[in-house]
């Protein structure tokens, strides 16, 4: 997962460094772009000092390849790239690149992606590259790219991975969510899954792939976008908070205070606490400054990101609302400090399913052994985390909160959108981490 971003317009290189800061919750790693100058590329990391009419930026989170590696754009000659997701089946472009006589040695599917582009681009036209783009790759993918004059903006035809186009004055703007166009008061549309923008000299044209089952990604919904962005025309904090209505009508425990673990659960417990009238207190506290825990390279998650507000909690039931438990590492650090802190009883309620599956379509979980759930039942799982009790919402729950049976809900159920051999993509996705 990944924030994506570009401009076709005057003063591009100003515009996309005003969005930077409306998408660094999609990515930690750092900021990149480039752009187009004399006719020239350009990869810099302060777009500011240069004159330009045409900038990607990039903010980068790790879902393939070692973590560390160059941050995008990926710049290959007079091609450039920004892409947000993770392409599944890298291995299989390898092999095609490897037949056409170009070699990669990288499990960078980024970098790999790029090459094959770019070996399209050379051979045929926009539009036939869109269409074996569509046919050849699998994963959930929005792709913003440079070729010659034109600007190529692609969104996968299950619709897993968000985009949004917005028109200004000046230009055309792309991102991946719609919440950066409203900060900055641009009128916007989503790109449609299946659909390919192409914007250059010639005019613009819209490429369109044959309609397949839409799997929006449910994380994007239940935590992963910022709650004033929308995806596929549902609001997300809409959602969050029919998310926490949901864990609320399952509720059979007293309770005498509510609080959500920062940040993207707090929409969730704001509804969960309305509706069984108890006071949402937010007695664990995050050290900001640090960001966002669960999309930090392994080396930088053993950093304490919590502490446990002492008068909050003693002596109380407290209700710890949470978006998703992907790995546990955020509640096993929590609940001890919690009970220290005096708590009566603790109870763990989940605006999500049970996440027991890998991801290999844009999330950074990619292995069965990492997922505090697989393999587990609730009661095995409340006994890891230390809780007095633990709810989940069930899948059926989670799609009618969303609004949408249009889910991919790959990560709960091990129904992934396309086939699959997981222990073949495990392998190909924790070789070199």
Not at 188 to 212: C, D, F, Q, T, Y
Not at 233 to 250: E, P, Q, T, V
Not at 414 to 428: C, H, M, R, S, T
Request: aromatic share 8%; proline share 5%; net charge positive.
């Amino acid at each position: 997962m990944c924030g994506i971003w570009a401009y076709l317009g005057q003063g591009a290189n100003l515009m996309v460094s005003k969005m930077a800061p409306w998408l660094m919750h999609r990515g930690q790693e750092g900021f990149s772009y480039v752009c187009v100058r004399n006719g020239a590329l350009l990869k810099v990391n302060d777009p500011i000092p240069l004159e330009s009419n045409l900038c990607l930026g990039h903010a980068r989170y790790s879902t393939s390849g070692p973590y560390g590696v160059e941050l995008q754009p990926v710049v290959l000659g007079d091609l450039a790239l920004v892409f947000n997701g993770t392409v599944a089946n890298y291995k299989e472009l390898k092999m095609r690149l490897r037949e056409m006589g170009i070699i990669v040695n990288s499990n960078y599917d980024a970098l790999i992606l790029a090459q094959y582009l770019k070996n399209l681009l050379t051979r045929l036209s926009i539009d036939d590259t869109v269409n074996e783009v569509f046919k050849t790759i699998k994963g959930g993918y929005s792709i913003l790219a440079l070729w010659g004059n034109s600007l190529i903006a692609i969104r996968d035809p299950w619709g897993l991975r968000p985009l949004a186009m917005g028109i200004t004055n000046d230009g055309v703007v792309f991102a991946s969510e719609t919440s950066v166009l409203d900060a900055l008061g641009i009128k916007w549309i989503e790109v449609k899954p299946g659909n390919a923008l192409v914007l250059g000299s010639n005019g613009e044209r819209i490429l369109n792939w044959p309609s397949v089952r839409r799997m929006y990604c449910a994380l994007e919904y239940i935590y992963f976008q910022r709650p004033d962005s929308v995806f596929n025309g549902i609001s997300i904090y809409s959602a969050r908070r029919r998310l926490g209505l949901a864990l609320a009508r399952k509720e059979g425990e007293e309770v005498d205070e509510v609080s959500p673990i920062p940040e993207t659960a707090r929409v969730a417990a704001q509804a969960y606490a309305n509706a069984l009238g108890k006071p949402l207190n937010e007695f664990i506290v995050k050290n900001r400054f640090m960001g966002r825990g669960f999309i930090k390279p392994p080396k930088d998650r053993d950093f304490e990101l919590y502490s446990v507000i002492k008068e909050g909690v003693t002596g109380k039931s407290v209700a710890l609302i949470d978006d998703s438990i992907i790995r546990g590492t955020t509640l096993r650090r929590i609940i001890p400090k919690v009970k220290a802190a005096g708590a009566k009883a603790i109870h763990v309620r989940v605006s999500s399913p049970p996440v027991r599956y890998p991801c290999f379509m844009g999330m950074d979980f990619p292995s069965r052994r990492e997922l505090i759930a697989h393999g587990k039942s609730i009661g095995e799982v409340k006994s890891m985390l230390g809780s007095d009790s633990l709810t989940y919402l069930t899948v059926d729950e989670l799609k009618e909160a969303i609004g949408t049976v249009e889910l991919c809900t790959a990560c709960f159920t091990g129904e992934y959108p396309f086939k699959v051999n997981i222990d073949e993509l495990e392998g190909a996705f924790t070789g070199d981490r």
